[in-house]
């Protein structure tokens, strides 16, 4: 029955659909609404996709706000700890043979195209005007230096191999090369012996090279290109943090298919292969430094030698004040050094150069030295001091540990990511020192000044308010077009004035002339609060008044009461300005510990603005929550309310 | 009627009373205006006749102030960015706001979203605005390069380029309509339907009966959103501040960072004033320009009848 019984409906239904979208006006309507849907999506695009940008990038790494093309999803790229440092080494995939391996790098190696000397034929000298520009051009696994030799109307693709004489170039033709041509690590190459070798009358400096199938005469000729020599990641784990220089050359390693470096390590069996060499400094906590550290002179410092503290080596001393205590000297002065008892040295720790770009200088009794502010290590973020002299550092893990490894063209290899929501850029932000203080410290002072302002304007504006509503008096019109006038005027006007006025009170950077106006009342919400009292019928004041009310106790006990939107709406107003305002604050404080939001966000990216992207990403979302919270419990106040400034006849 | 009748049931000292009460609650109100208003107002005059560094007394120069800052390129350039600006931010902010405002008007699916989408923006920290856009005018990997890049465009490098600072913070300034598409909304409601079933009977189509009904009857609005949207544009301050600190080349010298630098980074008070009232007088004269040509072009009800 069904089965019957469905066609017809549908053809039925089909034909109406048909025969209504035929009519003209339908076509119409379809297409308003198709181009309203374009002008729709445009502007969309325009108001969405930088919210949706923010508020993806506050919950990233700095590293994957600025790629191109954009991660909107955050990412966490996988990474390994290295040996037992604080050190994270980065996670790679790669297809091999179909299968995608996890590995991290451990080395790169470089790479020349050489000729194979014996291989090589139809050798051209060409005057360099007939040859184009060269291009690199990878044929199968050898990459070339290809240019276009133009010679009686017919261009040919050759490579030049050496200098000739009179302007020329010694070329092959690239049909004639691939034979010869071969890929060789640089190492290699550089190891073999220099060898002038001949070719159809030509001399070549090239090198003689021992491969596996004996000694082979090459000529490089490049270009050079860089391999990543990679392997499983567990290779970290046997990871040590050395100093370079207790690190003796030792020759290279054949491991898997690839060759590394590797080096003898002072005290150690085996020779061992270097993961990362960097320059590593000791960083001691801020409050630590501030705490314990002690201003020695050069006299009461004695017995000067070497110390490892926490596993830091840092120049060590007797410093004698009453009792001799053990000490490392943190700075060194002239005559005067920074010393810290080593067991008050918890936080002294090594700390990788690069993490430390943006430190600011600082001096402790006019000796100077360096801070790094936000510094993050594990879930804190502190300022440190830096400390001591920084020190070129490797990381090396026993040749022997290294199963398998093989080269990569660093092109083929992807991160090893998985999508993660990542906070730490907001918890970072919060303990960043921005000037002497912290972000809380801007938002405690935005809700204070929110809530004078808020007190403020509602105890001002409501009694004015209400004057302008109900009450009789001559000169009320004059008065009532003067607070129109006002609310257009500009404020630039009175800026210097009120600025002088502020500062002969004595209250220049203090909160107090951020919200001392509001008690006096602003013309805006005055304006709006009598329109709304204008609304309320007098009948129930009179009930009020024939029961003996003041002023004061009809305003109290029947206006309020009957306002509470318009109420509602001075406060939203007043929190959006004060959370807002930023030239008032910016020009009337100077110390940080007294700025609002505004300014301290500014402040923010005046440091931080070109070092932690995802921080000062993450301050701005913050900054804006409270804003957009509002913004959703009272939405039909704010739109009613901008509707009130907007629509006038 | 009711006045009169009001008159004689209350004697007159009731009426003293009443105006008594007046005075007294417009008090604050009075005070906060002669105090931070208008006293100010006749100060900041009398300090742009001065040389004034706020810690010895002002010292009267007469219009040397004013002759000065007539004879200063950067206070010309700060009057042709902040012209430009407003020239661009105005017209397209209004069209942008009034084309939303027009699709948003119609009966499509949820409007509150899209209105909510929309006004966001406009109620955030221009400080925070700002520091966002500073990352989507980045010329690698910034949002609006990446955008253009998907169409074959390389784009500028926005905020370090002297020919695109200020094309990229009138753009910026489109993005905080939201408050203008609300308002045109709110107009747009207010128009009776009954004018469009009107036209329709006449015959007009969808661009006349936007060019007949929607634009006379909006204008009105239009016409008071430009005037705000004006005097706005030509004080802005915050944007040009942490985007561009008036640079690249003074680029983006826009007249309040002028004043700014003037008289809180130079302490030149007697000059900041000058720059000041001239801005006070620009946006008089603008104003009444507007106003004046509004005969022209907005329409208001009560003439019809």
């Known amino acids: ?649 | 009627m009711t006045l009169r009748s009001r008159k004689l049931i209350f004697p007159s000292a009731l009426a003293r009373r009443e105006a008594i009460s007046f005075y007294i609650l417009i008090l604050p109100w009075l005070i906060g205006f002669l105090v931070f208003l208008a006293y100010p107002m006749l100060r900041s005059l009398y300090l742009s006749f001065t040389t004034y560094d706020l810690l010895s007394p002002p010292v009267w120069t007469g219009l040397r102030n004013y002759e000065r800052i007539l004879n200063d390129a950067d206070f010309w350039q700060s009057i042709r960015v902040t012209l430009l600006f407003a020239l661009g931010s105005v017209p397209g902010g209004t069209i942008i706001a009034l084309a939303l405002a027009m699709v948003l008007s119609q009966k499509l699916a949820g409007v509150n979203i899209w209105r909510t989408i929309f006004f966001i923006p406009s109620i955030l920290s221009s400080i925070a605005v700002a520091i966002l856009w500073l990352y989507i005018f980045r010329p690698e990997g910034g949002l609006l390069n990446l955008a253009l890049g998907l169409f074959g465009i390389k784009g500028p490098n926005w905020l370090l380029d002297e020919n695109w600072a200020l094309p990229a913070l009138i753009i910026m300034s489109w993005w905080s309509v939201g408050g203008q598409i609300v308002i045109y909304l709110a107009g747009l409601k207010g128009i009776p339907e009954s004018l469009y079933e009107a036209a329709e009977i006449d015959g007009a189509n969808n661009v006349a009966k936007f060019r007949f009904v929607t634009l006379p009857m909006l204008s009105p609005t239009i016409f008071f959103n430009v005037i705000l949207a004006i005097i706005g544009a030509l004080q802005v301050f915050d944007v040009g501040w942490v985007l561009t600190r008036g640079g690249p080349n003074n680029a983006t010298l826009f007249y309040m960072l002028n004043l700014y630098e003037r008289a809180f980074q130079m302490a030149q008070m007697g000059y900041a004033s000058a720059l000041a009232w001239i801005l006070f007088l620009i946006i008089m004269v603008i104003t009444l320009l507007v106003i004046r040509s509004s005969a022209v072009w907005v329409y208001y009800e009560s003439e019809a009848h």
């Open chain 1, 1 to 649: 029955m069904d089965t019957a019984v469905r066609p017809t409906t549908l053809r039925s239904r089909a034909a109406t659909n048909w025969q209504t979208v035929r009519t003209s006006k339908t076509w119409q309507r379809g297409l308003r609404h198709a181009s309203s849907y374009i002008v729709l999506a445009l502007g969309a695009a325009f108001m969405l996709f930088p919210m949706l940008w923010m508020v993806s990038a506050s919950l990233k790494p700095s590293w994957q706000i600025f790629t191109d093309p954009p991660i909107w999803i955050p990412q966490h790229w996988e990474t390994v700890r290295v040996g037992n440092t604080n050190r994270m080494l980065s996670l790679w995939h790669v297809d091999v043979e179909g299968e995608t391996k996890t590995v991290m790098e451990i080395g790169v190696r470089r790479y020349t195209t050489v000729l194979d000397a014996t291989g090589l034929q139809n050798i051209l000298t060409v005057p360099t005007a007939e040859l184009g520009d060269a291009v690199t051009t990878t044929i199968g696994e050898v990459t070339l230096n290809v240019r276009p030799w133009t010679t009686n109307g017919e261009t040919r693709q050759v490579v030049a191999l050496a200098r000739g004489e009179n302007d020329t170039l010694i070329v092959v033709d690239v049909n004639d090369l691939q034979a010869a041509a071969l890929r060789m690590p640089l190492d290699q190459v550089n190891g073999g012996d220099r060898a002038a070798l001949e070719i159809g009358g030509i001399e070549f400096r090239g090198r003689a090279v021992e491969t596996a199938d004996g000694v082979r005469q090459i000529i490089p000729i490049g270009p050079e290109s860089q391999l990543s020599v990679v392997s499983a990641p567990d290779v970290a784990a046997a990871a040590l943090l050395v100093t370079v220089e207790n690190l003796s050359d030792a020759g290279f390693a054949s491991i898997g298919q690839t060759e590394l470096p590797q080096f003898n390590l002072a005290g150690q069996d085996g020779a061992h292969v270097i993961l990362v060499q960097e320059s590593w400094q000791p960083i001691i906590n801020e409050a630590d430094f501030d705490a314990a550290a002690i201003i020695a002179q050069r006299e009461q410092l004695t017995d000067e030698q070497p110390v490892v503290v926490n596993g830091v080596a840092m120049q060590g001393a007797t410093y004698t004040d009453g009792t001799p205590t053990q000490v490392a000297i943190l700075i060194r002065g002239t005559q005067f050094s920074v010393v810290i008892p080593v067991d008050a040295a918890d936080s002294l720790r090594l700390a990788q150069l690069g993490g430390l770009t943006s430190a600011r200088g600082d001096q402790l009794n006019r000796i100077p030295f360096r801070v790094q502010d936000g510094f993050s290590a594990g879930d804190e973020t502190v300022s440190v001091a830096l400390v001591g002299e920084p020190r070129e550092m490797a990381l090396m893990v026993p040749t022997a540990a290294i199963s398998d490894a093989f080269d990569v063209n660093p092109a083929d290899l992807s991160r090893a990511m998985y999508p993660e929501l990542r906070f730490d850029g907001f918890r970072e932000a919060l303990q960043t020192k921005v000037g002497d203080t912290y972000f809380p410290t801007f938002f405690r002072n935005s809700f204070i000044l929110v809530l004078l302002n808020t007190i403020g304007h509602v105890l001002s504006c409501v009694v004015v308010a209400y004057a302008f509503a109900r009450l009789r008096a001559p000169g009320k019109n004059f008065f009532f077009l003067l607070l129109l006038g006002t609310m257009m005027l500009p404020y630039p006007v009175t800026l210097v004035p009120v600025y002088e006025i502020f500062r002969d009170m004595g209250i220049v950077n203090t909160l107090w002339p951020l919200f001392l106006r509001s008690f006096f009342g602003n013309a805006f919400l005055i304006f709006m609060l009598r329109q709304f009292f204008t609304s309320i019928p007098r009948e129930l004041e009179d009930a009020a008044r024939i029961d003996g009310a003041n002023i004061a106790q009809i305003i109290v006990k029947v206006i309020v009461p009957l306002s509470k939107p318009a109420i509602a709406t001075v406060i939203i107003f007043t929190f959006w300005w004060t959370w807002n305002s930023f030239l008032e604050p910016f020009i009337f404080l100077s110390s940080p510990d007294l700025f609002p939001v505004s300014v301290g966000l500014n402040f923010f990216n005046d440091q931080y603005g070109t070092i932690f992207y995802d921080r000062l990403i993450s301050a701005s979302v913050m900054s804006m929550l409270p804003m957009i919270l509002l913004f959703f419990f009272a939405q039909r106040y704010f739109i009613e309310g901008i509707q009130m400034t907007g629509i006038k006849g």
